[in-house]
């Protein structure tokens, strides 16, 4: 079946450090892949996507590049504000038709905290 | 626009009771998702829906049961409750289940069975 692997976290920076987060994934076929965010006691924020092999994904100055030749779709951004501090799950959707090829498959998170 | 609402924001039960909880898509939204996220945990699948009809199903167990309206809102019932049940459950909506497209996830209702 299809999965997730996210790198283990938490992560804790410096405010105007780099960030990755690293995330691999199994699946048949081309999936599309998501980074999400979900801050403090709140729902789920797409933050990004890509479709497609080679497609980036940005949004907020965050970046993902979909790599089929290495399953991966890491999650950067080259300056960390305080106010990215969240938890951040890599997903993938399954792009072929039958049941639930609309459900997304997530990692466990990877919880990121920014200090001053 | 409004975006995906759910209720109750929380709920707190006993084991053995039972729950509903609803949510509303956004307007023009027809496929309606249910997911579980236990603490410290991603989210895992439990249902989809689409014009009012089950097109997917996670692997839970049948204390879990969902049903979607004509105007497209949902419910997601949990029989029996259980301690490992507590968690966050989300709903998620999106244009068509056919297309994939993207899917937009409510504030979530916090479960916590006692």
């Known amino acids: 079946g299809n999965s997730v692997t996210q790198m283990e976290g938490p992560v804790t920076l410096s405010e105007e450090a780099f960030l990755t987060i690293n995330c691999t994934y199994t699946?048949?076929?081309?999936?599309?892949l998501f980074w999400y965010v979900q801050y403090p006691g709140e729902g789920l924020q797409l933050l990004l996507k890509?479709?497609?092999?080679?497609d980036k994904g940005s949004n907020k100055g965050f970046e993902a590049t979909y790599r089929k030749e290495t399953t991966s779709f890491h999650l950067e951004k080259g300056s960390v504000q305080v106010s990215d501090s969240a938890v951040y799950f890599c997903a993938l959707r399954a792009n072929a038709g039958g049941t639930s090829y609309g459900k997304l498959t997530f990692g466990q998170g990877t919880i990121l905290t920014v200090h001053p | 626009d409004a975006g995906v609402t759910q209720s109750p924001t929380h709920l707190i039960k006993t084991r053995g009771q039972q729950v509903t909880l609803r949510c509303s898509p956004i307007s023009g939204h027809k496929s309606v998702s249910w997911y579980q996220q236990v603490l410290g945990q991603g989210p895992q699948f439990i249902f989809q829906?689409?014009?009012?009809?089950?097109?997917g199903r996670g692997n839970f167990p049948d204390r879990f049961s969902a049903r979607q309206f004509p105007n497209y809102s949902s419910e997601l019932n949990v029989n029996a409750l259980l301690l490992g049940d507590s968690a966050l459950y989300l709903c998620?909506?999106?244009?068509?289940?056919?297309?994939?497209?993207?899917?937009?996830f409510g504030p979530g209702t916090r479960l916590t069975v006692t």
């Open positions: 998620a909506s999106s244009l068509w289940q056919e297309v994939a497209y993207e899917q937009y």
């Open positions: 890509a479709t497609k092999a080679d």
């Open positions: 829906y689409y014009e009012k009809e089950e097109r």
């Open positions: 699946a048949t076929g081309y999936p599309s």
